[in-house]
């Protein structure tokens, strides 16, 4: 079967019996062939999810044909939040930064060798020190610089690229500059950011020279959803290392930045290849 013709379905709905049977016997009868599924039920919540990637025969009906056939046969008699998507084609993701560009490199470096089955539209910055980068990856690089004065007006640019590019994942990538709740809304379940997991503990400028005063003996990085909630949104990727006594604040920046771009990267991946689903305040990832 084509490769060209593959897709890929997650489902979230109340658990009962049937679920599997009725989505497996739905693709078997209109000749579309499982290549990889997961599956888990959450006893905490009721809920059970899905992910199913597939690969659709020549005669197979369309996309549009499974969406309107799956919607009455299956979805609606399960009471499912569900969706279907094109395997092959790239997500196009919009890339935020600000002064510190470990991420953005990262990302920019694992979409060019093919890691990231993404395409890059857009960066968007409100500091210029990154243009250059930019026009080496021949990637549009928007200079929106924000005061107090302009927020509301470069929030409001943001979303128009955002349509403009068709974008369909917007990735803080060190970005600092905290988001409005009317953005954060508009952008639910589609951005990403990425922090030290510090937080609580040690809040604003140089948390890494606090935890060195302090003595930790863990490192972490967190990617998660943005929300409303500052830094509080569903969690996808986590990651830790240990460090001791001997190692300096300036030792403990650069083994953070490192974890950094590890966790965000692998929160990408998991988001484009369409393996996160967001289970109330937590998230459930097929890796």
Same mark, same amino acid.
């Given at each position: ?27 078997? +009868?209109? *000749? ?17 999810? !899905? ?31 569900? *969706? ?24 920019? =470096? ?5 890691? !990231?089955?993404? /395409? ?5 910055? @409100?500091?210029?020190?990154? =243009?250059?980068?930019? #026009?080496?990856? @021949? ?13 509301? $007006? $470069? /929030?409001?640019?943001? !979303? /128009?690229?955002? +349509? ?10 060190? =970005? ?29 400028? *140089?948390?890494?020279? $606090?935890?060195? $005063? ?5 490192? %972490?990085?967190?990617?998660? =959803? ?5 830094? /509080? %949104? ?11 006594? &001997? ?17 965000? #990267?692998? #929160? ?10 967001? @289970? %109330? &305040?937590? &998230?459930?990832?097929?890796?």
């Amino acid at each position: 079967m084509s490769d060209t013709s593959a897709y890929i379905l997650t489902i979230s709905c109340p658990d009962t019996v049937g679920i599997v049977y009725a989505v497996s016997g739905f693709l078997a +009868e209109r *000749k579309c062939n499982i290549i990889d599924s997961a599956q888990f039920g959450d006893r905490t919540s009721g809920l059970f999810f !899905l992910r199913v990637h597939f690969s659709a025969a020549a005669d197979s009906p369309t996309q549009a044909e499974l969406e309107q056939a799956f919607r009455e046969v299956v979805a609606k008699p399960f009471n499912m939040d569900w *969706k279907l998507r094109d395997a092959t084609r790239p997500q196009r993701v919009l890339i935020m930064v600000s002064k510190f560009g470990h991420c953005l490199n990262d990302l920019l =470096y694992r979409y060019r060798i093919g890691y !990231l089955p993404i /395409e890059i539209p857009a960066i968007v910055s @409100n500091h210029r020190d990154f =243009y250059q980068l930019a #026009a080496w990856h @021949n990637i549009p690089f928007h200079y929106l610089p924000v005061t107090n004065e302009t927020k509301a $007006q $470069q /929030e409001a640019r943001l !979303l /128009e690229i955002v +349509e403009e590019e068709k974008v369909d994942l917007v990735v803080l990538a060190r =970005y600092m500059q905290v988001l409005s709740s009317g953005l954060c809304e508009k952008l639910a379940g589609r951005a990403i950011n990425i922090h030290h997991s510090f937080l609580p503990s040690f809040k604003g400028a *140089k948390p890494y020279h $606090q935890a060195h $005063q302090r003595g930790v003996k863990l490192i %972490g990085a967190t990617a998660h =959803y943005v929300t409303a909630n500052l830094d /509080e %949104g569903p969690i996808i990727e986590q990651e830790a290392e240990r460090v001791d006594h &001997t190692m300096t604040p300036d030792d403990l920046v650069a083994i953070g930045r490192d974890i950094e771009n590890v966790v965000l #990267a692998r #929160a990408v991946k998991y988001h484009v290849e369409h393996r996160v689903l967001i @289970n %109330g &305040t937590k &998230t459930v990832v097929f890796k």
